[in-house]
């Protein structure tokens, strides 16, 4: 099959997200807009406001990334897009653009699983991972375990029964009254606390099996929290706490499912995946297993419009059925298996 150069949109959520990936030359360009300033001041993230600032932002996005790779759109292929899971709104403005764009170029349109996107994308780094592998995924609402024999190819090993492991960070950094957006300023002054100081459950670590369970961790640190009234630094060393409960789960879950299937890769992916504790834990305990871990770049791990470009590359290589533009649809809710 000869080179194609395939235009990614990501709009799932609050980040709008557009690059040009070459399946010979590899990643052209991406560019990302985040509107975290946007919806600081309602605590959370905003549907309509959400959905109104793609509209905004996707055509400058689209002409900064076309002069950074030095081309124009005549050249595009064949365009991917988000289609979920997501926030309707979001999604639909992503899908209608990209669309509306491959009709009028005539080139082919490919739907795209968020999730797959974030999977995917430690193969574009140097030194990417080979099939088989496990997958760590820790994106917003979801955290899974996945085996991933190749592009399409997901068994489900495990999964969270309650709040995600990004979820519980933002859920529980606004309990404590940090700021927006939570999961990472929890991180930071995690940074500066001491684990051990408070007391917190790690949720099904002997459970036996993959799956996870968070939300009763957050409700243990609002009794902590309730109980002893922590200043700063108690704050900070409840934080600690947290993050270290959450990474003990996640790294020891992750090593056995290495176990579990023998493998001896394991990829972690998605927002939570930046986390340095984690990152040190899976270092650390992936060596003494003998088995390797990979990572996205860290601009990678947040959502991004380069992680649909190549996972729609590879859909189309290994010859998944683009559809002629014009008619589509967006799915908020969409298991990764049915991708």
């Known amino acids: 099959m000869a080179d194609m150069l395939v235009l990614g949109i990501e709009s799932s959520c609050d980040e709008t997200g557009l690059a040009l990936y070459d399946t010979g030359r590899g990643l052209l360009a991406h560019a990302v807009h985040s509107q975290v300033d946007l919806h600081e001041a309602y605590g959370g993230v905003v549907p309509e406001l959400a959905s109104r600032d793609h509209i905004r932002r996707i055509v400058p996005l689209l002409r900064k990334i076309l002069a950074e790779a030095g081309t124009g759109l005549e050249t595009v292929d064949a365009i991917a897009y988000t289609a979920g899971p997501g926030l309707a709104g979001a999604l639909l403005v992503g899908a209608g653009f990209a669309e509306s764009l491959a009709l009028a170029l005539k080139v082919p349109a490919l739907p795209v699983h968020h999730l797959e996107g974030h999977l995917l994308s430690p193969l574009l780094s140097a030194d990417p991972p080979r099939f088989p592998f496990v997958a760590l995924l820790v994106s917003g609402g979801h955290t899974q375990l996945m085996r991933v024999t190749g592009v399409g190819q997901y068994a489900l090993l495990g999964e969270t029964l309650d709040d995600a492991a990004g979820e519980a960070f933002d859920k529980t950094a606004k309990l404590l009254g940090l700021g927006y957006p939570g999961g990472p300023q929890l991180a930071r002054l995690a940074e500066t606390g001491q684990a051990g100081r408070f007391s917190l459950p790690r949720p099904m670590l002997h459970s036996g099996d993959l799956n996870f369970s968070f939300s009763g961790l957050k409700t243990a640190v609002l009794m902590q929290a309730r109980k002893r009234t922590p200043g700063d630094s108690g704050k900070a060393d409840l934080c600690a706490e947290f993050q270290a409960a959450i990474v003990e789960v996640l790294s020891a879950k992750a090593l056995a499912a290495l176990k579990a299937t023998g493998l001896k890769q394991l990829v972690v992916a998605g927002g939570v995946g930046a986390n340095q504790a984690l990152r040190a834990a899976l270092d650390t305990g992936t060596r003494a297993a003998g088995a390797r871990v990979f990572y996205p770049e860290l601009e990678l791990c947040t959502d991004n419009g380069a992680m649909i470009a190549f996972a729609g ?27």
């Open 313 to 339: 590359a590879q859909r189309l290589t290994f010859g998944a059925a683009a559809h002629q533009a014009g008619s589509f649809g967006v799915r908020p809710r969409w298991a990764l298996g049915e991708a």
